[in-house]
């Protein structure tokens, strides 16, 4: 999977590190990991670090990975980012019609 169709979020030790602010991790790496929180889409974080080239980017949020201070997951659908696609319209209908 690329990493322009994966969402990132902080592990539990990102979070420390994140908020411990270590001189052990590197100020990029905490720059990423405070944008990042709970989960943030590659697109959104090369869009906060425009000023940094994309290859650098890709290559701090493998890093990231590695260390287990970051964790991806697959985005839902292409078009997805609004997390409406797993919604079931009729389904939806159907609960708002009952209610009368």
């Known amino acids: 999977m690329q990493p322009a169709e994966r969402i990132y979020r902080r592990t539990s030790a990102g979070q420390q590190a994140s908020l411990n602010q270590s001189a052990d991790v590197p100020v990029e790496y905490?720059?990423?990991?405070?944008?990042?929180?709970?989960?943030?889409?590659?697109?959104?974080?090369r869009a906060c670090l425009r000023s940094h080239p994309y290859e650098h980017i890709?290559?701090?949020?493998?890093?990231?990975?590695?260390?287990?201070?970051?964790?991806?997951?697959?985005?839902?659908?292409?078009?997805?980012?609004?997390?409406s696609g797993s919604?079931?319209?009729?389904?939806?209908?159907?609960?708002h019609n009952a209610r009368g």
């Open 58 to 83: 890709l290559e701090w949020l493998s890093k990231l990975e590695q260390v287990g201070l970051l964790e991806s997951v697959a985005q839902a659908g292409a078009d997805d980012l609004d997390f």
């Open 30 to 45: 905490r720059r990423v990991l405070e944008l990042v929180g709970t989960g943030t889409h590659v697109a959104v974080i």
């Open 87 to 95: 919604f079931k319209w009729a389904a939806l209908a159907a609960a």
